[in-house]
C-alpha cells in the first residue's frame, strides 16, 4: 500500500483565495482525521470521520473551513477564504478503529498564505 | 485538554538515555506516543493501554500510569537516528470508537555525536 496521500506538497495562495487539500487515506481504513501543525499550538485535530460521517468537527476553528468525505478512498479540506493566519502543516491520517490502533500520517501539505 | 510534555527539549550525546513525560488532566484510556523528524510525518512508535502496562521497542519503551494520568517515554544508548520530535497522543477514557487523538505539543530530542 502507498499509504495515506495527499496533495498538493506544497500551496502557496494570496490571501481571500480559496484552498483546497486533498486526502486519499489507506484502503480498508474506516477513520479519516485531519491535523494542522504549527509551531505555537503544535499537532491540532481539526475533524475526523467514520466511514465518510463526519464525527467530531469541534476542532475546526472557523467557519471558513469546511471538510468532506464523499467516499472511502477521498477527502477534502477546504479554507475559503484563506487568510494568512491559516499558514500551517496539514496532515491527513487515517486508522483502523479501536483505542488500540496507530493512526498513519500522510506527508502533509504546506500551506501559506501571502 | 491537551496533554503536557516535559520536558520541552532535550540535548544528549550519543549513548546516554533519556525520559520523556507525558500528563493529561483528564482519564486517558490509551497513550500513543510518535516521532516526527524535521520535514517529515509523524511515525508511530507504540501504543499503551490502561492496565498500567509497559511496552518495549529495541531501545526505547514506555509506561502508563492510568491512575496518575501519566506515561513516560525511555531511550536507552541514545543513537543519532532518535533525533527529532517525540509527540504524545491521548485518547479519553469515553468507550467506544477512535476518537482522534489530542497531541501534547512535542519534545525536541537532539542526539549529537
Known amino acids: 500500500d502507498a499509504g495515506v496521500i495527499q496533495s498538493p506538497r506544497h500551496e502557496v495562495t494570496e490571501m481571500g483565495q480559496e484552498v483546497t487539500l486533498r486526502c486519499k487515506p489507506i484502503?480498508?481504513?474506516?477513520?479519516l482525521f485531519w491535523y494542522r501543525q504549527t509551531m505555537m499550538r503544535g499537532l491540532e485535530l481539526l475533524i475526523y470521520f467514520n466511514n465518510n460521517v463526519p464525527i467530531d468537527d469541534s476542532g475546526m476553528p472557523e467557519d471558513r473551513f469546511s471538510a468532506k468525505m464523499p467516499n472511502a478512498s477521498f477527502s477534502t479540506l477546504k479554507i475559503q477564504p484563506s487568510e494568512p493566519r491559516d499558514s500551517a502543516v496539514y496532515f491527513c491520517?487515517?486508522?483502523?478503529?479501536?483505542?488500540?490502533?496507530?493512526?498513519?500520517f500522510g506527508q502533509g501539505t504546506r500551506l501559506t498564505v501571502v | 485538554q491537551q496533554p503536557v510534555q516535559s520536558p520541552q527539549a532535550v540535548i544528549l550525546r550519543e549513548g546516554e538515555d533519556a525520559v520523556i513525560n507525558c500528563s493529561s488532566s483528564k482519564a486517558l484510556y490509551s497513550v500513543h506516543w510518535y516521532r516526527q523528524k524535521h520535514g517529515e510525518a509523524p511515525v508511530f512508535l507504540m501504543i499503551?493501554?490502561?492496565?498500567?502496562e509497559q511496552k518495549g521497542h529495541e531501545k526505547i519503551s514506555a509506561s502508563f500510569n492510568e491512575k496518575k494520568q501519566q506515561s513516560s517515554l525511555y531511550l536507552t544508548a541514545s543513537q543519532l537516528s532518535y533525533s527529532g520530535t517525540y509527540f504524545c497522543?491521548?485518547?479519553?477514557?469515553?468507550?467506544?470508537?477512535?476518537?482522534?487523538?489530542?497531541f501534547g505539543k512535542g519534545t525536541h530530542l537532539i542526539i549529537q555525536p
Open positions: 491520517a487515517s486508522s483502523h478503529p479501536g483505542h488500540h490502533t496507530e493512526a498513519f
Open positions: 497522543g491521548t485518547r479519553g477514557d469515553s468507550g467506544g470508537g477512535a476518537d482522534g487523538l489530542t
Open positions: 484502503s480498508g481504513h474506516d477513520y
Open positions: 499503551l493501554l490502561k492496565g498500567g
